[in-house]
């Protein structure tokens, strides 16, 4: 069944933790989807694990339209949020209602995400206001890397209390808290009455998210200490790609039963 902002409401009333993983086209997504994931997210962690790139800055609206596209196109059950990528929702509330509208229309998502607590409050209720749900996103908020001088854990226990309050009263239907210290992650969640969604965040949170790539070891660059590898995707991948070379050098493969 088609998961719902419902449905993660009344998880958190019952303590059903809420299971959350990034996906950015068909194969994972499918995956995802199939194996129930409650929510899927188009990270704009896509500049990174997708792209190449060094950050999340250089992320565009358009990029995360059209990997929305393909993961919303697939899923019958989990519920998709889409990330507001850098300079989408910063700008003015008009052009945050107008950005989160097309991951809406062209995305197929049926939320969106963006980082930033009191700050945007405003940002958020406008979108909420259009009829989007918001996923908001406090503590470390890897789109202020350069302002906050590296992806830094973030203790600041007044202010994240604040920034989740603030976006609880603004309309958000889940926040997600990344890199903070478990125990301020529990305060949090003890204090409202949205789903959290931790990452980096203690297991006290209502859910857990994680970058798939990180999760099933595609990613060999630098992983942070809060994630675990459930798997060995880019070993097994190199094992495969050392033995492809290996047999069509050594006129291997094809064997008969691959030819016509
Ligand atoms: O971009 C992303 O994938 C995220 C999650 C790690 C929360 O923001």
């Given at each position: 069944?088609?998961?719902?902002?419902?449905?993660?409401?009344?998880?958190?009333?019952?303590?059903?933790?809420?299971?959350?993983?990034?996906a950015?086209?068909?194969?994972?997504a499918?995956?995802?989807?199939?194996?129930?994931?409650?929510?899927?997210?188009?990270?704009?962690?896509?500049?990174?694990?997708?792209?190449?790139?060094?950050?999340?800055?250089?992320?565009?609206?358009e990029?995360?339209?059209?990997?929305?596209?393909i993961?919303?196109?697939?899923?019958?059950?989990?519920?998709?949020v889409?990330?507001?990528?850098?300079?989408?929702?910063?700008?003015?509330?008009?052009?945050?209602?107008?950005?989160?509208?097309?991951?809406?229309?062209?995305?197929?998502?049926?939320?969106?995400?963006?980082?930033?607590?009191?700050e945007?409050?405003?940002?958020?209720?406008?979108?909420?206001?259009?009829?989007?749900?918001?996923?908001?996103?406090?503590?470390?908020?890897?789109?202020?890397?350069?302002?906050?001088?590296?992806?830094?854990?973030?203790?600041?226990?007044?202010?994240?209390l604040?920034?989740?309050?603030?976006?609880?009263?603004?309309?958000?239907?889940?926040?997600?808290?990344?890199?903070?210290?478990?125990?301020?992650?529990?305060?949090?969640?003890?204090?409202?009455?949205?789903?959290?969604?931790?990452?980096?965040?203690?297991?006290s949170?209502?859910?857990?998210?994680?970058?798939?790539?990180?999760?099933?070891?595609?990613?060999?660059?630098?992983?942070?200490?809060?994630?675990?590898?459930?798997?060995?995707?880019?070993?097994?991948?190199?094992?495969?790609?050392?033995?492809y070379?290996?047999?069509?050098?050594?006129?291997?493969?094809?064997?008969?039963?691959?030819?016509?």
């Amino acid at each position: 069944m088609k998961k719902t902002v419902n449905t993660f409401k009344k998880m958190k009333q019952e303590g059903e933790k809420i299971t959350v993983l990034t996906a950015y086209e068909y194969a994972f997504a499918k995956i995802i989807d199939e194996e129930n994931i409650d929510m899927t997210l188009v990270g704009d962690s896509l500049g990174m694990v997708v792209q190449g790139e060094k950050n999340t800055l250089g992320v565009t609206l358009e990029d995360i339209i059209y990997h929305t596209k393909i993961v919303s196109k697939i899923s019958k059950q989990s519920f998709i949020v889409a990330d507001m990528p850098f300079m989408s929702y910063q700008v003015s509330i008009e052009e945050a209602v107008f950005n989160a509208g097309r991951l809406i229309k062209e995305g197929g998502a049926e939320a969106v995400k963006l980082e930033g607590g009191i700050e945007f409050k405003d940002e958020i209720k406008a979108i909420v206001r259009a009829g989007i749900p918001v996923q908001a996103h406090i503590g470390l908020m890897p789109q202020s890397v350069h302002k906050v001088g590296g992806y830094k854990v973030q203790k600041d226990e007044k202010k994240i209390l604040e920034d989740a309050i603030a976006v609880e009263e603004a309309g958000a239907f889940s926040v997600v808290l990344e890199g903070i210290p478990a125990d301020i992650a529990k305060k949090v969640t003890n204090k409202l009455s949205i789903p959290t969604i931790g990452i980096g965040a203690g297991v006290s949170c209502d859910g857990q998210v994680l970058v798939i790539n990180d999760m099933i070891g595609l990613n060999e660059d630098y992983l942070p200490k809060f994630v675990k590898k459930y798997a060995q995707i880019g070993d097994e991948t190199r094992k495969a790609v050392k033995s492809y070379i290996k047999e069509v050098k050594g006129s291997k493969f094809p064997q008969k039963k691959h030819c016509y």
